[in-house]
């Protein structure tokens, strides 16, 4: 039972950040995944060498796997921000699932456009598994029976920060470089820049949010910097049990030094902002 309808009792806040966030998703949210040819993308896969195609394998196995994992883990923060009445954020973290859900999807039709529907699973190493398979769905899960500032804040630090913030966008780096170095799989590229910029918004919530809690109390601050730097080491193991060694010859040193750079400064950024946060109390 509720005691009452929100925008019945007042307006929405159209200069509220989640409000101009949802607004953005109207309109740049709406690509459709089945709509992107992959004409080009099947010709140039059947020209690339094996070990080409394991390097894009092993990444896609981990966007496969995590955006079904963000998509399905979502849900207790939407049901938590539903809850405190916050219905702007509410109308926002609507759009993001319903984009998370098409990420999911156009990895799936990609790799179906390829012929490939083997067991991907093989590629995702332990520390993978340990942010994707245990933490991010412990500490999304926790918000449906602890709806605290500090639960909210781990929860978005583990989601927004680190595996959208870091895991994801250190990917899209990675592909974005190959793709663009050799020339290939055109409709990929275009689904993945879509996605980056649906990212972009999913982050800036994130940011949003955290930023809200710690004006509400400054010692959320610590929180999400003790989260992130528990998380961080993750970051560098993933990346070398991502198993490039097998594609050696595809990523110099000074690419996987510049990787390494800008995965850390994605790392730093993150904590940067909402230290200006902490900052303006």
Do not use: C
Request: hydrophobic letters at 40%; a neutral charge.
């Amino acid at each position: 039972m509720r005691d009452s309808i929100i925008t019945v009792t007042r307006p929405l806040d159209t200069d509220s950040q989640p409000y101009k966030l949802f607004q953005k998703s109207k309109r740049l949210g709406v690509w459709n995944p089945s709509d992107i040819d992959f004409t080009q993308d099947v010709k140039d896969w059947k020209k690339m060498t094996e070990d080409e195609k394991e390097f894009i394998l092993i990444l896609l196995s981990q966007f496969q796997g995590g955006e079904e994992a963000v998509t399905s883990d979502l849900l207790p923060l939407i049901m938590a921000v539903a809850d405190d009445g916050r219905i702007e954020e509410e109308l926002f973290l609507t759009a993001f699932l319903f984009e998370e859900a098409k990420h999911t999807e156009f990895f799936s039709l990609f790799l179906n456009e390829i012929n490939h529907n083997k067991d991907l699973s093989i590629y995702h190493s332990k520390s993978f598994r340990k942010v994707i398979y245990k933490i991010l769905p412990e500490h999304m899960n926790k918000l449906k029976f602890d709806k605290s500032n500090k639960a909210l804040a781990e929860a978005s630090t583990v989601y927004n920060m680190f595996a959208e913030g870091v895991i994801a966008e250190t990917g899209f780096f990675i592909i974005t470089k190959f793709i663009q170095k050799n020339g290939l799989l055109p409709g990929l590229m275009k689904g993945i820049n879509f996605i980056k910029t649906d990212e972009s918004r999913h982050i800036g919530y994130g940011t949003y949010l955290l930023q809200r809690l710690i004006l509400e109390d400054p010692s959320i601050f610590d929180v999400v910097k003790n989260k992130m730097k528990e998380l961080s080491p993750f970051a560098l193991k993933i990346l070398n049990e991502r198993r490039y060694q097998s594609s050696s010859s595809l990523i110099s040193p000074f690419e996987l030094k510049n990787i390494i750079k800008f995965m850390n400064r994605r790392i730093d950024s993150r904590l940067e902002v909402l230290e200006r946060a902490k900052s303006n109390i």
